[in-house]
């Protein structure tokens, strides 16, 4: 088992930053991918970013792009995603996610690949 807890979120206005952590613990392992969704209300969950176990494939949404990084330190077991730029349609419950391997990346963009979740954290973006 994995246990996933987020943290960051918040109330921000637009044009400002939030940086989301994840930190996993339990059964984990630095070759897992995680990724980071966002629901919001009445809408269903939606892929934001993903990177396998080095960082060096990263996928992210095309809302996002440019705007998110994704991020992990694998020494903490911790994923982070710094949000830049906020905009009000960013205004969601963010969730961490951890697939373990294998995997293929380009996968990584649907919920139903991943193995875990965490509880979620709310941003709140106001314009």
């Known amino acids: 088992q994995v246990q996933l807890v987020e943290s960051g979120g918040g109330l921000v206005q637009a044009g400002d930053s939030l940086r989301l952590s994840c930190a996993a613990s339990?059964?984990?392992?630095?070759?897992?991918?995680m990724g980071w969704f966002r629901q919001a209300p009445g809408k269903e969950r939606e892929f934001v970013a993903a990177d396998n176990w080095s960082g060096g494939n990263t996928y992210y949404a095309d809302s996002v792009k440019g705007r998110f990084t994704i991020s992990r330190d694998n020494a903490k077991n911790t994923v982070y995603l710094q949000m830049n730029s906020l905009k009000p349609e960013d205004t969601a419950v963010y969730y961490c996610a951890y697939k373990r391997a294998p995997y293929f990346m380009a996968t990584m963009t649907s919920p139903d690949v991943y193995d875990y979740w965490g509880q979620g954290t709310q941003v709140t973006v106001s314009s």
């Open positions: 339990g059964r984990t392992s630095s070759y897992a991918a």
